[in-house]
């Protein structure tokens, strides 16, 4: 079983920042990538921002220049800085593990999700 650790949403006003952070545990031979998802309400879950385990970085173009998603191998954890916030990214996020099984296997991983809200 793989386990996905998420942390660090919460209530924040415009302008404001947050960081979030996932640690993948379990039963997870190599990680290919990393990244975060989030989902409004009525809206369908969209990629905020991926990064593979060679650090090469992707990002939704509305978060470009304010976010940044940045990786700890060694620990199998992946963070998320979210500056200059607005309440457009009122979301939940979600960290999703692109991995390898001990048998070489591709699978993929959900957390649970985290609560931003970014309200005056």
């Known amino acids: 079983q793989v386990q996905l650790v998420e942390s660090g949403g919460g209530l924040v006003q415009p302008g404001g920042s947050l960081r979030l952070s996932c640690a993948a545990s379990?039963?997870?031979?190599?990680?290919?990538?990393m990244g975060w998802y989030r989902q409004a309400p009525g809206k369908q879950r969209e990629l905020v921002a991926a990064?593979?385990?060679?650090?090469?970085?992707n990002y939704a173009d509305s978060v470009k220049g304010r976010f940044t998603i940045s990786r700890d191998n060694a620990k199998n954890t992946v963070f998320l800085q979210m500056n200059s916030l607005k309440p457009e990214d009122t979301a939940v996020y979600y960290c999703?593990?692109?991995?390898?099984?001990?048998?070489?296997?591709?699978?993929?991983?959900w957390g649970q999700g985290t609560q931003v809200t970014v309200s005056s």
């Open positions: 379990g039963s997870i031979f190599s990680i290919n990538a």
């Open positions: 999703n593990v692109d991995y390898l099984t001990g048998w070489g296997a591709r699978s993929y991983y």
């Open positions: 990064i593979t385990s060679g650090g090469s970085t």
